[in-house]
């Protein structure tokens, strides 16, 4: 009876107070009596007045503004994704998803559709909304500017940075005196107009260059550190630039923004000389989450909603406010990480693709219908190119950089990205900028951020100088060499701790190099050092308890199982081994584009069930990640199920099949370095029946009495399981074992997962 308790109880109430609500609408309906209430007959049925309820709640602003966001944050993702896989950066795609969206694609062949989502009137919340993201995304740039690179490495910097603005800007004024007449808007004079052209031309993406420098393992070479405080100091010289042009422009005349400058410069010492040691003292302060309370938080959004808005009031723009009230945020990585982390989702899954979609529905390439219009394009990407890309060069090759790494500098600094497009929307909202000049412009802003990748592959080819990925002297031993890939700083001990049981006894003549791949969208250029650090710490730490010396390899990467498996085959390892996945279903194509997995048909996995390499619905018991690297490994690859390995001083290794001979050897290796006690179980009586394969196992005994034994049970207990410290197992016998679901899986010990070389 007590187990109903609750369900009268709840039906009671529900019921009772129901009843109570329809008898007092009865007695208030008896009110209604004299006071001349009308029912208007619409003369529609019910369905009719729901339709027509529907389609006007679909007609509300924040409707249209949801579907809005919706469509918006999936095309960007989508285009974004597409762009990675073949090597670009995601800004690439979600500047194409804008321009798709807008009148050149959408509007232009289906109207009534881009009409409907994007009507005129709407146009107003999604600019603000888009600014919003842009405020947020300019207060990540500024948080992640490392101002004390910059203190130290500033002269070639400075004069390879301010040598990239001063050409192309000198370039981009030239050019405006040629297009002023054709293309400036009426009413627009020409010092605006060419003040404009030239910061268009000269402006570098910091953030997308940033990204290109991890992905492609150059943070901690000399070039790397180069270009980026080139960059910081390219951002902080543009946007003052970028400032003071604003303020022209506002202005009217040189003379009168000499007041709006002035402002400025005393906005900045504030800045500088007030709220940041205020800022400073809070920050050591609160430097853990546990600590940065919400009135905490609630100091420095504060700061910077204040800053943009002054900025705004001044007449230099809110998005420098917003730049700068992140440059001056306390330079502990700690505080400015977890700030990142509150922002950066927002403003840049959320936010920041509205300001591209804005940007797409301004930009008409249907507006370019003439030849002549598509030759001013050409000229205009021809010049961005040669101003920035050979000014940087020619500037780097001045200050003593090599051939290659002057070009590489120049390649990178052309990277424009989404800083140019913020640039141009400002020049636009100006109206500066005409609706011809600002496409041909934002042309001009994906050709550049897109022959940045393929333009360091041409260079790093013509000089036949690839990155080393393997240290020199690691490949130049010829004996056995592990490669140890960890994702999980923890889980990189037992790794190591079985790496060594395979190589302990060889002194010189083995190796084990620990790799760490972070993914590139993770992880901020400015903390590099300090999260390899902590990645290392741990397994540095048992290295030393181990006795075991070993080579660390870190590096950023855009497709972590690729470069796993291209590291293993150019370094010619012996083994390679990983950690198992926690995932048991690989992602999918929509789990891809928004970052999450889902059970969804995988494309990549369609193509190989097409081409026969697998079955569509097979469940494989590893992740995607794992499977990728065991198909393109060509060394041994060896899958830890990692249950607190310590040591491998028992060993259980089933036999199955034929095809498991190959762990034999891996026995061996184990009783010479590790003086383990092996037991081989003979389940099908592979070993009992092959003469070779007995022969294998008697040498072994000979050489190792004691340290072998061979069981011909294929029922194993609990109790046998639980004295085994390591079980190695082939990798087609651990699919059966899954497969079969075998009892053993709930018992097993730490199990190596072998696969042997193709």
Request: with cysteine; proline share 4%; charged share 15%.
């Amino acid at each position: 009876m007590k187990k109903f308790k609750s369900s009268f109880f709840y039906v009671g109430v529900i019921g009772g107070f129901t009843a109570l609500m329809y008898w007092i609408v009865l007695l208030g309906a008896k009110l209604e009596q004299g006071r001349n209430i009308v029912i208007p007959e619409t003369g529609r049925t019910q369905w009719q007045e729901f339709i027509d309820s529907l389609i006007h709640n679909l007609e509300h602003p924040l409707a249209i503004l949801l579907a809005q966001i919706v469509t918006i944050i999936f095309a960007a993702r989508l285009f974004g994704w597409i762009c990675k896989k073949i090597g670009q950066p995601t800004v690439i795609g979600e500047i194409i998803a804008g321009i798709i969206l807008g009148p050149s694609l959408i509007g232009m062949y289906f109207p009534e559709f881009s009409a409907t989502l994007f009507p005129t009137a709407s146009l107003g919340n999604l600019q603000f909304l888009s600014q919003i993201g842009l405020i947020l995304f300019m207060f990540v740039i500024g948080m992640e500017l490392d101002l004390k690179v910059l203190r130290n490495k500033a002269h070639d910097a400075v004069v390879i940075s301010h040598a990239s603005i001063i050409i192309p800007f000198a370039l981009g004024m030239g050019l405006s005196y040629f297009v002023y007449e054709s293309f400036a808007p009426q009413g627009v004079q020409f010092l605006s107009f060419g003040l404009f052209m030239g910061i268009a031309m000269s402006i570098t993406a910091f953030p997308v260059l940033a990204r290109i420098v991890q992905e492609r393992g150059l943070s901690k070479t000399r070039l790397g550190t180069v270009v980026i405080t080139c960059a910081a100091a390219d951002d902080i010289t543009a946007w003052c630039i970028l400032a003071a042009v604003i303020a022209i422009v506002k202005a009217g005349s040189f003379v009168s923004a000499l007041y709006v400058i002035g402002l400025a410069v005393l906005y900045v010492f504030l800045m500088i000389k007030v709220v940041r040691p205020f800022l400073a003292r809070i920050g050591n302060l609160y430097q853990t989450k546990e600590s940065l309370s919400k009135p905490i938080v609630a100091i420095f959004f504060l700061t910077l909603i204040i800053s943009s808005y002054a900025t705004e009031v001044i007449g230099i723009h809110a998005l420098f406010g917003a730049f700068m009230a992140g440059a001056i945020m306390p330079e502990n990585i700690k505080f400015r990480n977890i700030f990142i982390e509150k922002v950066e989702d927002v403003a840049l899954v959320l936010l920041l693709p509205l300001f591209f979609v804005f940007t797409g529905l301004r930009t008409e390439i249907g507006l370019l219908n003439d030849p002549y219009l598509w030759k001013v394009t050409g000229l205009i990407i021809l010049v961005a190119i040669v101003g920035k890309f050979v000014g940087s060069a020619l500037a780097a090759k001045f200050v003593g950089q090599n051939w290659k790494d002057s070009l590489s500098i120049g390649a990178l600094m052309n990277t424009r990205g989404l800083m140019e497009l913020v640039v141009l929307n400002i020049g636009y909202d100006l109206g500066v900028l005409s609706p011809e000049i600002f496409t041909m412009a934002v042309i001009m802003a994906l050709v550049t951020t897109f022959m940045t990748g393929p333009a360091l592959d041409l260079i790093n080819w013509a000089f036949k100088s690839k990155q080393e990925e393997i240290p020199q002297e690691i490949s130049q031993i010829n004996k056995f060499k592990v490669l140890v890939s960890f994702a999980n700083p923890e889980r990189s001990i037992s790794l190591l701790r079985l790496a060594n049981s395979f190589i302990k006894n060889l002194n010189g003549n083995a190796a084990i190099t620990a790799m760490h791949l972070s993914p590139t969208n993770e992880l901020h250029h400015y903390n590099v050092a300090e999260y390899e650090k902590e990645s290392f710490t741990p397994i540095i730490e048992e290295s030393e308890n181990l006795n075991q010396k070993i080579t660390t390899l870190f590096k950023t990467s855009s497709d972590i199982d690729s470069d796993i498996t291209e590291v293993a085959n150019k370094g010619d390892y012996d083994l390679l081994l990983i950690g198992l996945g926690q995932s048991i279903f690989e992602g999918s194509l929509l789990g891809k584009i928004l970052g999450f997995t889902t059970r969804f048909i995988n494309p990549e996995k369609l193509l190989n069930q097409v081409t026969g390499k697998e079955s569509l619905f097979e469940n494989s018991p590893f992740d995607e990640r794992t499977r990728n690297i065991i198909s393109k490994s060509k060394v041994p690859v060896g899958i830890l199920l990692d249950k607190d390995f310590s040591s491998a001083a028992t060993v259980f290794i089933p036999i199955f099949s034929e095809n498991d001979t190959f762990l034999i050897q891996f026995a061996q290796k184990l009783i010479k370095n590790s003086e383990s006690q092996i037991t081989i179980l003979d389940v099908a009586g592979q070993v009992k029946n092959n003469p070779e394969l007995k022969e294998k196992v008697r040498a072994i005994e000979q050489k190792a009495p004691n340290h072998i034994n061979l069981l011909n049970e294929r029922i194993i207990d609990k109790e046998f399981l639980a004295s085994q410290h390591l079980m190695i197992v082939s990798i087609e016998s651990w699919k059966k074992l899954v497969n079969y679901k075998s009892l053993w899986l709930s018992d097993i010990p730490s199990t190596l997962i072998l696969k042997e070389s193709v």
